[in-house]
Each structure stands twice: as C-alpha cells, then as structure tokens.
C-alpha cells in the first residue's frame, strides 16, 4: 500500500481509569467512598486504553500499518511484518518493517525491526511500502515498495534476504521499475508472491499504465523468486486502485482478497472475488466485476467493515488466517461528555492502527467470511458474574416494544460477549450498545438492522439524546435474515477494538473508545426478541 505521512495532533484522551478502585471524571463525576462498591454503579466512566494491546495487537510505541502476513514453515508459526507508523515520522523517511510471531493469531511475541528504511533522504527505500515475505530452498524473501519522491521513480519493488529471519540483506542491485515494463513510476507498489496453476512463482503489483488510465495489476512470474520476467496485466474495478492483494487458492477455488482505496463513505473496505481457475480469477472484472453471491448484490464481496484495512492472509495448511489494521480515531467530537472521540463523526478513517487477526471460512460453493480465531475463547476463559443493572420492556429473557433493552455491569478491558438473539418475525430489529450508561447522552450500538424482509445489516450508530444515529461508511455489509430467525453472536473487546461475529457469515470489526470499565446492553426496537446464554469471560 502506498506509503502516508500524517501529521496528527492527538487531543489527550481525558486521563482517568481504574486502579485497584475505580474513578472516573468529566461532568459525570462518581466520587466517594473509596470503599464503595463502584462495580454496582451505573454512571459512565472514562476509562483510557492500555499501552500496547495483546490480542489486537499495538505496539506500545506506534501503530501497525498494513499486515504482511507469512506462515514459516521451519518455524511452524506465522510471521506477521507490519508497516511501523509513528505519531511524528520523519518528512521523507517512515514505515520502517517491523514483525510479531504467532502460533494462534491472538498470542504474540514481537520481532522488532526486520527491514530498516534508507539511511538518507536519497535512497530508493528511504520510506517503504507494503509487501511480502516468501521462502525457497532455506532462503527467506521480503519483497517490498521502495517509495522516495526525489528518485527517478517514486515507487520501485525491492528486496531483501535472510538465512534465519533475523539478519537481512538489501539487494542494493535489483529493482523492479514499472516504466521499463510500460507502467508508472510513480504508483508501482504491494508486490504480492504465490504459486499459479502452473506451478511457477508469480508476482502481482498494483499500478496504472503508463500514461494514465484505468489502474491495473502488473503481473510476473519466476522459477527462483530471484529472476522475475514480466508475462502482463489484468483489470481492476473501473478506475478503482485496488491495494495490498493478495491471490491464493483454497480447495477447488482462487481468490483474490484486495483492499478498494476508492475514498467513498462505503467502498473503502476489504474485498473479495473467486472463480475456479487463476485465469478466470484474472478475467473476473472483464465486462464489470463479478462478485460472488455471498449475500444481497450491493455486498460487493466485503468481508468485514471499513475499521479492517489492508488484510491479507496465511495459511499453515490447516487454517487460512486474514489479519488487517483497526484504524485509531480522531474527530471533531471530542469532548469530555463524549469519550469515544471519533467513532461518531463518520469521516475518512485515519491510518494505521491495532493489528486484527480473523479466521477465514470457505462455506460449501466457495464463498467467503470471516469467524473468530479459534484460540480466542480459550483466551477469555475467566468466566465473569453477569448482572441486571437496568431495563426497559424486559421480562425474564424478553424484550418487547420501542427503545426496550437490558443493561449489564461493566466490563473489564478483555471481554467476550457471547448471546443468542430470536427473533419474533422477519422484521424485527435490535442491537448491542457499548459505553451506555444510566446517565449516558451518547452511546455506540451495533444494530442489526432489517434492509428488507430477508436482508440484514450491521449499522453502527451513535445513540441517546446527543447521538447522531446513524454513522456513514462505519456500518457493515448485506447478509441474508437465517431461516430461523437466531443469530448466534460473539464478540470479542481488546480495550477500545471490538470484533462482533454472527452466525459465522457476519463480521464486523469497530473502533470504540470506553467500552472497557462501562456497562453495556441489548437492545430492541418495536416487535420482540428473546434473549438466552449471554455470558461474559475475560482475561
């Protein structure tokens, strides 16, 4: 992906949390006793995240940008590099490629730095770009951007190798430049490597031709992963670029995971298109794109929302694993009434963010969506008291009529939330709020929202007296009603990342600041709903 530098004033988060006590500030004071048993109270605290996050994972200096996910087979763990983001880059040197290890895609051990930028202001990889990592006969390969606005070309694919994936070698002498093979200079980025039907290594970059037009892929392939030749280019969507692709094949299918960098509200998210050969694959957005028919036709294949950017996947031959950013917000309603500071003003999000690992679902005609990790309820195993701290309309499991909902006491800063919704009828709709309070003026919910009779979505909504409602381009994708109207839910909280799944077919990762420390609900809107085994685990 290409590379961005971002000069950012963080507004500092209202400092205040929980200690061996809980305290709180802003307008919604809750002082006293300390010995008060604060966990029974109502009112909204304003907690603050923790430095660096374990299961989606953050550094505790910097953000991760853009996974590049590899499985190490000599290893036998997956080696996920990352673009390092800083709050304060350097004007042309940036996004040095860090690392972390994982087994399980919730437990990782950081690498450290793998692959330094340049060492002045002139050389080619003096910021760098997205890329990916490959081994060969004992030889480990990072292919990535060289990205320097004062070279000749802008945007060059470069390398590096490693006998132990610990000490690196730049090949100082060996470049991909677009121009020599008819494409730009200046965007030819995100070299993705895999093995085509053909059993030779190919090579995907995404780029323009040169001289303007629609964007493209570059293609090459190779018998080494050393001596690349350039075989041509297929489509993109209409003049879409279409960042960090990944191509692979799982089963009797190809696939083609992408991210649409296309700045609309709605489009800017994860992807996906399969066929059942690689060149079908490659002729998929000849005569418009065709989509799989995983759900309404306006899905255009997204597997998650816009709060999941960047992803690309690895498989260990057993499980195929996607990991991708939750960006960090920012925005124009920050505010000490208001803790979760831009989550509701429904703008671009901003770059880089938490590391978010999902497991990828192939279901029986080849479709695509994303479920939890496995590891992850053997994670959050501390089962935790569940309690009743309000309602409105609920009656021993039921929630009937208008603005209906059951709250819960307050989460810790790991949590999962597990539940079974029913519906009534085909048209019922309901919800699950986050940073609610018994005094809250504005709160987050996930609501699944009814398109039609059989078609649903996830709508992310600012609610109560203050709240916006509806937030633009934050909510999820089409998906179809289940026969039996019960949508199984879990969802995952690491501080303020939140991941909801539902059914195996939904997934719906948020950024939402405060849900650790608050108490949260369920909710309904008109009709009824039942409500059964909801629980709640940490760690």
């Not at 000599?74 to 040095?96: C, I, S, T, W």
């Not at 121009?179 to 070299?191: A, C, I, K, M, V």
């Not at 995971?257 to 996906?272: A, D, I, L, P």
């Not at 179809?480 to 949508?487: Q, T």
């Amino acid at each position: 992906m290409k590379p961005k530098i971002f000069n950012i004033i963080l507004a500092c988060q209202v400092c205040c949390g929980f200690a061996a006590t809980l305290t709180a500030c802003s307008d919604d004071k809750v002082t006293g006793d300390p010995a008060k048993d604060w966990a029974g109270t109502t009112q909204r605290f304003v907690p603050t995240d923790e430095k660096g996050f374990s299961t989606y994972y953050t550094p505790a200096i910097g953000r991760v940008g853009d996974p590049m996910p590899f499985y190490d087979q000599k290893a036998g763990d997956f080696k996920v590099l990352y673009l390092q983001e800083y709050d304060n880059n350097m004007d042309k040197r940036f996004h040095p490629i860090w690392g972390v290890q994982t087994t399980d895609g919730c437990n990782y051990t950081s690498l450290g730095e793998i692959i330094p930028f340049g060492d002045n202001d002139y050389q080619q990889d003096a910021a760098i770009g997205t890329g990916c990592a490959y081994e060969k006969d004992g030889i480990y390969y990072i292919y990535y951007t060289g990205h320097n606005g004062n070279c000749q070309n802008r945007e060059v694919v470069m390398r590096a190798t490693s006998t132990d994936f610990k000490t690196w070698t730049k090949d100082n002498l060996w470049a991909l430049n677009g121009p020599e093979f008819g494409y730009s200079g200046n965007d030819f980025r995100d070299p993705q490597i895999f093995v085509a039907d053909d059993n030779l290594y190919h090579m995907v970059i995404s780029t323009y031709p040169t001289g303007g037009g629609d964007p493209c892929f570059a293609e090459f392939k190779s018998t080494d992963l050393k001596t690349w030749e350039h075989i041509g280019r297929f489509k993109m969507i209409w003049d879409r670029m279409l960042e960090c692709p990944d191509i692979f094949k799982m089963g009797n299918y190809w696939y083609l995971v992408y991210s649409e960098s296309v700045r609309t509200s709605w489009s800017r998210k994860v992807k996906y298109l399969m066929a059942t050969s690689y060149e079908d694959l490659k002729d998929a957005f000849n005569s418009g794109p065709k989509w799989p028919a995983d759900g309404p036709l306006w899905r255009e294949g997204a597997l998650d929302t816009r709060a999941f950017y960047a992803g690309k996947t690895a498989s260990n031959g057993t499980d195929r694993y996607i990991w991708g950013w939750s960006p960090f917000r920012s925005g124009a309603d920050i505010d000490e009434k208001n803790i979760n500071v831009g989550a509701g003003d429904g703008n671009e999000p901003n770059w880089s963010g938490s590391m978010v690992c999902h497991k990828v679902i192939q279901h029986e005609d080849g479709t695509l969506s994303l479920g939890a990790v496995p590891a992850m309820a053997a994670k959050y195993s501390q089962q935790q008291e569940l309690k009743v701290m309000a309602s409105n309309g609920y009656n021993n499991g039921q929630l009937s009529g208008d603005d209906a909902y059951v709250l819960y006491n307050r989460l810790g800063a790991h949590n999962h939330i597990s539940f079974k919704v029913t519906t009534s009828n085909n048209w019922d709709k309901f919800g699950v709020s986050f940073v609610r309070a018994t005094d809250s003026k504005k709160y987050y919910t996930l609501v699944v929202n009814p398109e039609n009779e059989n078609d649903r979505k996830v709508n992310f909504e600012q609610e109560g007296e203050e709240g916006k409602g509806f937030i633009e381009g934050a909510d999820g994708y089409g998906f179809y009603r289940p026969a039996n109207n019960e949508y199984n839910i879990d969802i995952y909280t690491d501080n303020s990342v939140l991941v909801m799944y539902i059914n195996d077919v939904v997934c719906d990762t948020q950024r939402i600041y405060g849900i650790q420390k608050n108490c949260w609900s369920i909710n309904n809107y008109g009709g009824s709903i039942t409500v059964s085994d909801v629980k709640v685990s940490q760690y």
